[in-house]
């Protein structure tokens, strides 16, 4: 005789379980969440003068970098970069990455229901009898009593966007290294054409130095002093050359794909033509929203979540495994309303009474973790602060040494051109002009790496305020 069992639920037969599911709506155990204390002082020292142009009434992470970056070269070697650097692309799969472990994690607070269709044939005693059942039903799900899961979960979740700030903040430093390299490229193109300047003007002195030893007038000392700054000069181009050259490598690495050498700099541009200025009156509120420190606090929220799963470890847990159906002996009965009906409710309760210390070991990492993570948190603004300080305080100085040293440079000059003349004339011997030209050589040098200095401080205070990322899909934001 043919017997089949098809499992299916009736709606009343569904009200065990979905009291146990509403039952998984408990809040969690996690601790409360507060915001800590801001470990450094409410503002900064040395801060820029009210009323500077370009930033002044914005907080720099408001300013995308498209706007903050004037020189359109460097804006397109920028995008170039976001688009292809390796390194940033590593970063940018561990957030989808980070993103799928969420999603497993977040699957595990609701059941997963299962559909299937069986059929058996068997022959006893000279009888053949066939059974069809078609079911339904879940496996073992755990309801979330205490909030365990909604706990893990949690954890996850914050465990995702910390990476997810990450990599902002990964985006951002990019984006000032690519600069700076463009910049250091920029500076040691200025120097190697200064070099240049410098061998064609001590050229002509010797040129003159030989023309007056050959009448007499000067004497061997002369022609080897004039012969030291053409050689240095010669020298400085060598090295600068294949400082130029190690440069536009750095910046190709750092790029990550072939680039038009019409986006590279002759020289080093002027720093209102370059970049827009630092803000005035900041807060050291504006470090919060720092990416870094962000994915910092996030860290924090996600091991405080990890305690609460880590308390409800203590709690019973309840599984619950269901299934229902129809059956019937015909396989074309089971949907026409021939069939039978069954179902099978098992809910299983079990409760921690003995664990040698398992659970309260587990909670105590759980909180240590937690107490490691506050002051991860807390050291990341600390370090952000300093990191702002520092900046603003290079800033705070860096506009009086252009001025001194752009006066030393315009007064350099003037000397050697006075003692270039007075040699000529025979007036005095050539000691006076070599040591002209050296300082005006020295503080041209000087005067160009300062310049950098400055650029690169503004796109340094720039970066460590958080500068701004534009919503742009080319930038691979999550």
């Not at 995308?64 to 170039?80: A, G």
């Not at 079911?135 to 949690?154: H, I, P, Q, W």
């Not at 500076?187 to 200064?194: G, V």
């Not at 993570?373 to 705070?396: K, P």
Request: proline fraction near 3%; glycine fraction near 4%; include cysteine.
């Amino acid at each position: 005789m043919s017997k089949v069992r098809v499992k299916t639920m009736r709606n009343f037969r569904l009200l065990p379980l979905a009291g146990a599911l509403l039952l998984a709506g408990c809040s969690s155990l996690a601790p409360d969440y507060t915001r800590p204390e801001l470990p450094v002082p409410n503002a900064w020292e040395n801060q820029p003068i009210e009323g500077t142009q370009g930033l002044s009434t914005q907080q720099a992470a408001q300013l995308p970098w498209q706007e903050f970056i004037k020189d359109e070269r460097l804006t397109q070697i920028i995008e170039l970069a976001l688009n292809n650097n390796r390194s940033l692309r590593q970063t940018l799969a561990d957030v989808e990455a980070a993103r799928a472990t969420y999603r497993i994690q977040r699957a595990d607070i609701f059941p997963q229901i299962d559909a299937g269709l069986n059929g058996t044939r068997s022959k006893a005693s000279g009888s053949i009898s066939s059974s069809y059942e078609a079911e339904v039903g879940l496996s073992s799900y755990e309801v979330d009593l205490f909030g365990k899961n909604r706990s893990l979960s949690a954890a996850q979740l914050e465990a995702y966007l910390a990476s997810s700030e990450t990599a902002k903040a990964a985006q951002i430093s990019l984006i000032s290294e690519i600069a700076n390299a463009w910049l250091t490229l920029a500076a040691d193109k200025s120097i190697l054409s200064l070099a240049q300047e410098t061998q064609n003007n001590a050229q002509q002195a010797l040129e003159i130095t030989q023309k007056r030893l050959s009448l007499g007038v000067d004497s061997q000392i002369d022609l080897a002093n004039a012969e030291t700054i053409y050689h240095s000069a010669n020298s400085d181009i060598a090295l600068y050359t294949t400082q130029v050259n190690q440069d536009l490598n750095a910046l190709r690495l750092l790029v990550g794909t072939q680039f038009d050498n019409s986006l590279l700099p002759s020289a080093l541009p002027d720093s209102r033509s370059l970049v827009s200025d630092v803000p005035a009156g900041l807060s050291s509120s504006v470090l919060l929203q720092r990416p870094d420190v962000l994915a910092a606090e996030h860290n924090l929220k996600s091991a405080n979540a990890n305690i609460g799963a880590a308390r409800a470890a203590f709690f019973p847990s309840l599984s619950l495994t269901t299934t229902g159906g129809i059956a019937s002996s015909v396989l074309a009965d089971i949907f026409s309303g021939g069939a039978s009906s069954i179902w099978t409710i098992a809910p299983s309760l079990t409760l921690p009474i003995f664990d040698n210390g398992a659970n309260d070991a587990s909670l105590a990492y759980s909180e240590a973790q937690q107490q490691k993570q506050l002051a991860a948190y807390e050291y990341a603004i600390q370090t952000a602060f300093s990191e702002v300080a520092d900046a603003l305080a290079r800033r705070a100085t860096i506009q009086e040494q252009l001025n001194a040293e752009s006066a030393l440079v315009a007064a350099a000059n003037r000397s050697y051109q006075l003692s270039l003349a007075r040699y000529e004339n025979g007036v005095e011997s050539f000691q006076s002009t070599l040591e002209a030209q050296r300082t005006m050589y020295s503080a041209q040098q000087s005067l160009i790496s300062t310049r950098q200095t400055d650029l690169d401080n503004r796109i340094t205070l720039y970066r460590v305020l958080g500068g701004g990322l534009a919503t742009n899909e080319s930038q691979g934001e999550s």
